[in-house]
């Protein structure tokens, strides 16, 4: 090979990364460092929360995070106008965050670790599936939502977790979006989305079992699975929403409710958390 070819080959990456990490360059790659292109969370928030890495920015918020104390994936539910119940009354929610899953066995596991909180138990034959032994939830039952929880218990969570749990309202926006439809994924009961009656499970399913029944928000398991505990008063308890494995297609519409008494468990009740933050 010609001598001056044999210098050039030599010579190329030097002078490539000489070039490359000349400043204009440098300025440049800097530009599209995705700390200096991701807007910043409002003060106080840092405390509380972190962006899901790569997640989208709507108004100054990310559309996903996860809340530090008790590690949950939220989503981003923002403000506004809603249709609710059957006959599609206009509603109107302020933005939220809701946790994406039911809270599982894992993450209760947490709570009761920290705040030596008892554990999920009751003496009846029903119960025995789901019944904690020394203080760990049943085996294989790890990612599934925690159950055998009264509203007392879901208030103690949210107390130590630094959020609150959804109200009715704030609940069936999560699940349904803005246009009103029946279902988290639309107006069709379709089975294979979501753990109903008609799947012929009978039994909790892991919360992130149905990725095709989520709610336009992102949320799992809002149709079936669990009950799902809501602040809202009604009767001498409190409004249930989301229908259960024990429930058929109907129950499993995001209009349908239920209630409990607060001090009531079951082995199909559960819950997730939400919270509005200060603006
Ligand atoms: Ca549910």
Partial sequence: MDK????????????????????VFAEDESKKSPEESQPKLKPGWDKLLKPKPGTVWLNGMPKEIVWLKDGAEMVLVPGGEFLFGE?????EEPTFYIDKFPVTNE????????????????????????N?????????????????VSWYDVVAYCRWAGKAFPSETQWEKAARGADGRKYPWGDEFEKGRCNSYLEGIEKTTPVDKYPNGVSPYGCYDMAGNIWEWTTTPRAIGRVL?????FDGDLKV???ASGWARPQEKAA????????V???
């Fill in 87 to 91: 006959e599609k009354e206009k509603r």
């Fill in 268 to 275: 199909n009740t559960g819950f997730r958390c939400a919270v």
């Fill in 107 to 130: 993450r209760y596991a947490k709570f009761v670790e920290e705040t030596k909180h008892p554990v999920p138990q009751m003496p009846q034959d029903w119960a025995k599936p789901y």
């Fill in 132 to 148: 904690w032994r020394l203080g760990t939830c049943p085996e294989g039952q790890a990612k599934h939502p925690v159950v055998l």
């Fill in 277 to 279: 933050l200060p603006e």
């Fill in 253 to 255: 519409q995001t209009t």
């Fill in 241 to 245: 929403k989301g229908g259960s494995w």
């Fill in 4 to 23: 001056w070819v044999k210098r050039f080959l030599t010579a190329a990456p030097l002078v490539a990364w000489l070039f490359l990490s000349s400043p």
